[in-house]
């Protein structure tokens, strides 16, 4: 009902639209629920003219109904809206706009109304409860597990039990499991060779361009893929395998998603799906022939799944989870790449300073100090059962989602938190309460570890290989799912003697 009333109010006065239509940002990220409101906007004015043309006597009625719907509009958008049940504070938006234009807005709401607020977002059909502290999170999360539900995302369908995050309780303890025992610290370590041969890979492509600067994220985008490929799937990445995998993951994009299923996009899919389980099931292959000849495979998820339980690699959820978890630990790595650039970009004193330690461990600080501004995952689950969070409501059919960035603020934990200083870590240990950038408030993050090590090492090659400055640069942009730097944010590069 609530929905209907909002529909019905931008039906009457479709202001909201002309704000959001106003913005590249968004159109960028939603190009077609902006084609969508600009030609709802464009029979607006149509029927306005026409009015005006045809039936003057009409426009004092059309009028009439576009000032009630504005005035209905400011009331429903209120903070206060919804006091009367406890619902939590904060403007619901007709049309969210400020939440992707401003990287800095669910900040400051919390700042102004309160550790719990609400918003709306473009992607969800219902208000989100936005909840501040990693401790507050964390017990929300404990407490009222029985009433929140992971949210999917759009490739679930391509797999039968869903992807890892989003599984069901019994099969995500399974599967969590299964793939933690393959991909160890000792995996990661015998594998760096090839997270420095991606790195060194991308900055001398990068350095290679003209003098214009070049645009960082195809580079890094192919890095990180360069690198998963033989560690997760088994199959070296110049093989005719991995050179093919490498090209399906350039050809699918950043984003792997279809409107519905049973259809074209999602039949399309599911072949690349399929293609890449067949090329995982070759490096399973060649790692049992290892084994049976008596020799150590190559070293990857793969063939440690193969040693212990060959069988396993016949279950879908398996297959289908390493060759898109691969998808999206890539694009996540890359933006984190991206992040770095800009962070270092607009601090080179950091970059100049790692050039001179010795330990790399200022290299490791650089790449926590940015996942702490920038790169945090936020944890986001559906309401079942109304939830209680200090004194307010979350109502069923709502979203929460817990800011693990924002949180990341606090200035009880980090003194200054706006700003850029690697030094913060220094002899700490901090909890998870404290800080968590890979959302694991309930479980470690099986990838933390291969993060941390391609990105300290992409830190260690650019400041001890190259001498590089910000050539272009512009706000950051929200890409449907993260703030990442600007498009128009380019770097040159060049190899020092």
Not at 47 to 61: E, G, M, R, S
Not at 249 to 265: C, H, I, N, P
Not at 338 to 347: A, E, N, P, R, S
Request: charged share 25%; hydrophobic share 45%; with cysteine.
């Amino acid at each position: 009902m609530d929905r209907l009333l909002r529909l019905g109010v931008l039906a009457a006065a479709p202001w909201p639209l002309a704000y959001a239509c106003s913005k590249p940002q968004l159109a960028r990220a939603y190009p077609r629920v902006t084609a969508i409101r600009a030609a709802y906007l464009l029979a607006y004015v149509a029927a306005a003219a026409a009015c005006a043309v045809f039936a003057p006597v009409v426009l004092v009625p059309f009028a009439v109904v576009a000032l009630a719907g504005t005035l209905a509009g400011l009331w429903l958008m209120r903070p206060g809206a919804g006091g009367s049940q406890r619902v939590p504070p904060g403007s619901l938006s007709l049309v969210p706009v400020r939440q992707f234009v401003d990287e800095d807005f669910l900040a400051r709401q919390a700042d102004r109304v309160g550790p719990v607020t609400k918003t709306t977002w473009p992607t969800l059909d219902q208000p989100v409860a936005c909840v501040y502290g990693l401790r507050r999170a964390a017990d929300l999360l404990r407490d009222d597990a029985a009433s929140l539900r992971g949210v999917g995302i759009a490739f679930d369908p391509l797999i039968p039990a869903g992807f890892l995050r989003n599984m069901e309780p019994d099969d995500h303890g399974h599967y969590k499991r299964l793939f933690e025992r393959a991909l160890t610290d000792d995996l990661v370590e015998a594998r760096r060779p090839d997270l420095e041969a991606a790195a060194a890979e991308a900055l001398a492509t990068m350095a290679a361009t003209d003098g214009n600067g070049a645009d960082p994220r195809p580079h890094l985008l192919r890095a990180t893929v360069t690198a998963f490929v033989p560690l997760l799937l088994g199959i070296e990445h110049a093989s005719p395998e991995g050179r093919r995998a490498i090209e399906i993951y350039d050809a699918v994009g950043e984003f792997l998603e279809f409107r519905s299923e049973d259809s074209e996009e999602e039949r399309r899919y599911r072949a690349i799906v399929t293609e890449l389980e067949a090329i995982l099931r070759h490096g399973a292959a060649q790692a049992l022939d290892a084994l049976a000849a008596g020799r150590e495979p190559m070293p990857s998820v793969v063939s440690a799944i193969a040693r212990a339980d060959p069988d396993v690699l016949d279950d879908p959820n398996v297959t289908g989870n390493l060759v898109l978890v691969l998808r999206t630990a890539s694009v996540d790595v890359a933006s984190l790449l991206h992040w770095i650039l800009k962070m270092l970009g607009d601090h080179p004193e950091w970059y100049l300073r790692v050039r001179e330690d010795a330990s790399g461990d200022l290299a490791r600080r650089v790449v926590l100090e940015t996942l702490r501004l920038h790169q945090s995952e936020f944890i986001q689950r559906r309401v079942l059962k109304p939830v209680e969070i200090e004194g307010h409501t979350v109502p069923a059919g709502w979203f929460v989602r817990l800011c693990v960035r924002e949180s990341h603020r606090d200035p009880e934990v980090f003194a200054d938190p706006a700003s850029f200083d690697p030094d913060r870590f220094v002899g700490r240990r901090l909890s998870r309460y404290e800080y968590s950038p890979f959302g694991r408030l309930e479980h470690r993050c099986i990838g933390e570890t291969l993060t941390l090590a391609l990105a300290g090492t992409f830190v260690s090659e650019l400041a001890r290989g190259y001498d590089w400055t910000v050539v272009r640069d512009g706000p950051p942009e929200f890409n449907r799912y993260h703030w990442r730097p600007s498009r128009r944010f380019r770097v040159r590069l060049e190899p020092r003697v």
